[in-house]
T-cell receptor, first 115, second 111 residues
Framework: GAGVSQSPSNKVTEKGKDVELRCDPISGHTALYWYRQRLGQGLEFLIYFQGNSAPDKSGLPSDRFSAERTGESVSTLTIQRTQQEDSAVYLC?????????????FGPGTRLTVL | GDSVTQMEGPVTLSEEAFLTINCTYTATGYPSLFWYVQYPGEGLQLLLKATKADDKGSNKGFEATYRKETTSFHLEKGSVQVSDSAVYFCALGGANSKLTFGKGITLSVRP
């Protein structure tokens, strides 16, 4: 079946503009995660959705970052007033549920460049 | 908070050499431990995992044992191949199973 998909694959924007990144998880997966990977760094957790529960937003670096998910489907990550330090690869992952030890399946990522 | 430390890279080996990539962690509670791999031009994928102390994860000839006493999850392979060239990430699964990653290490295997 289809894996996790993300769009766009690449996004170049000017400092101060807003951007929206999209993630389509694997069908039936109730848990969805956003991470980002800055150059030369490991992945950093941003936000976690599990079903209809309140999301875990503890990894969002500032109030310019927000994310939504409709039910158990598509999620969008929005970055307002982008800054150069927001340049990174943004990865989405989904898993069957948020239980201990479950494998997360990753999408190909969106490479964001802020000029 | 949770953290993962991986040995510094990159690592270059000859084919059939023995591989060890060190990984240690700091965590509260009883995390799950993972190794993810990213092959050139591909997305991140799970290589192996262990969910409790003394468990051994294995896949494609790679192994790692969850050592609670040394807070380690070192990755090993007895004989690497050129096709193992990739970036390897150690990760810890904590609360809500969100992952904390190490910085990753690039492995290059030459024929």
């Amino acid at each position: 079946g289809a894996g996790v998909s993300q769009s766009p694959s690449n996004k170049v924007t000017e400092k101060g503009k807003d951007v929206e990144l999209r993630c389509d998880p694997i069908s039936g997966h109730t848990a969805l995660y956003w991470y980002r990977q800055r150059l030369g760094q490991g992945l950093e957790f941003l936000i976690y959705f599990q079903g209809n529960s309140a999301p875990d937003k503890s990894g969002l670096p500032s109030d310019r970052f927000s994310a939504e998910r409709t039910g158990e489907s598509v999620s969008t990550l929005t970055i307002q007033r982008t800054q150069q330090e927001d340049s990174a690869v943004y990865l989405c992952a989904s898993s069957l549920n948020g239980r201990h030890g479950n494998e997360q399946f990753f999408g190909p990522g969106t490479r964001l460049t802020v000029l | 908070g949770d953290s993962v430390t991986q040995m510094e890279g990159p690592v270059t080996l000859s084919e059939e050499a023995f591989l060890t990539i060190n990984c240690t962690y700091t965590a509260t509670g009883y995390p799950s431990l993972f190794w993810y791999v990213q092959y050139p031009g591909e997305g991140l994928q799970l290589l192996l995992k262990a969910t409790k102390a003394d468990d051994k994860g294995s896949n494609k000839g790679f192994e790692a044992t969850y050592r609670k006493e040394t807070t380690s999850f070192h990755l090993e392979k007895g004989s690497v191949q050129v096709s193992d060239s990739a970036v390897y990430f150690c990760a810890l699964g904590g609360a809500n199973s969100k992952l904390t990653f190490g910085k990753g290490i690039t492995l290059s295997v030459r024929p």
